[in-house]
């Protein structure tokens, strides 16, 4: 009769995964084990409960691949089949909002593109109503879940009551996520590599709104992948045609020969949130 009893709580402890006991359940016992000189020095401890073994330079491959894992993992039990990115800075402030330039003329300038902020929200609610039609799987947006051009993304899927995803990444600032990220689809990472897999992996359409240098290796990263055959083609919008032909001469990297005239045709440009969604949805003849 007693093995009977241990056999069933054994059974419970497993908690339905088979006749092993769970790692969880054993993480639990183990805070009871009695307090010795043994049981309490490091070398005792589970290996994956073990803050200072798991985070030492040998475990990176393993930390790659945990990072990699856990949000793959999430948008997969979430449904999540494709995203529409949208990147861009995040300076740019909301319409009447104060700008964080380092001086009077930056302020200004940031202020002139407040508007880019509204063509983001409304680029979003966009995104977000035709994804409605299916069921949130398809064309949900995503973006780097901090504030500026990212704000406006996740808020504009908020406004029409859709889930969208927010990959924030520690920093030393701007490092929390902004209030219009769905809760269980807001990521953060440490690995930018890892990051940037995230946005490409269920990307069915790149927007990138004007932003720093985080919006430019964003970019840039997409159009490589892209023109190397590294990525599927998608539609790439560039919103703000005069601010982007005034930091990159795309014209000229194909007359100096070191990109193909033809891949000025990986990216369009658009000025509101109607001309670049009508972009994705003839590229993927959406209806």
């Known amino acids: 009769m007693a093995k009977k009893q241990d056999s069933k709580q054994h059974l419970e402890l497993s908690k339905g995964r088979g006749r092993l006991r769970s790692s969880v359940v054993d993480r639990e016992l183990a805070k009871h084990t009695p307090q010795t000189p043994q049981t309490t020095a490091d070398a005792y401890k589970l290996a994956f409960d073990d803050f200072n073994f798991i985070t030492r330079e040998e475990l990176r491959p393993v930390r790659l691949q945990l990072e990699l894992l ?13 995203t529409v990115v949208i990147f861009g800075g995040a300076r740019i402030p909301a319409p009447g909002q104060k700008p964080f330039g380092a001086n009077k003329a930056q302020n200004d300038s940031l202020k ?33 879940g901090g504030p500026g051009v990212m704000e406006a993304a996740n808020k504009g899927a908020d406004e029409v009551g859709a889930p969208s995803i927010g990959l ?20 953060q990472f440490h690995y930018f590599a890892i990051r940037k897999m995230h946005f ?34 998608m539609p790439v919008v560039l919103f703000g045609e005069a ?24 990216f369009r440009f658009a000025e509101t949130a109607e001309e670049g969604w009508k972009i994705i949805a003839d590229w993927w003849e959406l209806g």
């Open 70 to 82: 856990k949000t793959e993992m999430l948008l997969q039990e979430e449904g999540i089949n494709s």
């Open 168 to 187: 924030n990444i520690v920093l030393p600032h701007e490092q929390a996520p902004n209030e219009y990220v769905t809760p269980k689809l807001s990521f």
């Open 112 to 144: 002139e593109k407040a508007h880019f902020y509204e063509e983001a929200r409304k680029f979003a609610k966009a995104c977000s109503e035709y994804s409605k039609q299916t069921d949130y799987s398809e064309f949900v947006v995503c973006s780097g």
């Open 200 to 233: 490409l992996l269920r990307a069915k359409a790149i927007t990138a709104f004007p932003g720093g240098f985080g919006t430019l290796d964003e970019l840039f990263e997409t159009l490589t992948l892209i023109q190397t055959q590294r990525s599927a083609p």
């Open 243 to 266: 601010f982007w032909r005034r930091i990159i001469n795309f014209e000229a990297l194909a007359e100096e020969g070191t990109i193909s005239p033809d891949d000025l045709n990986l």
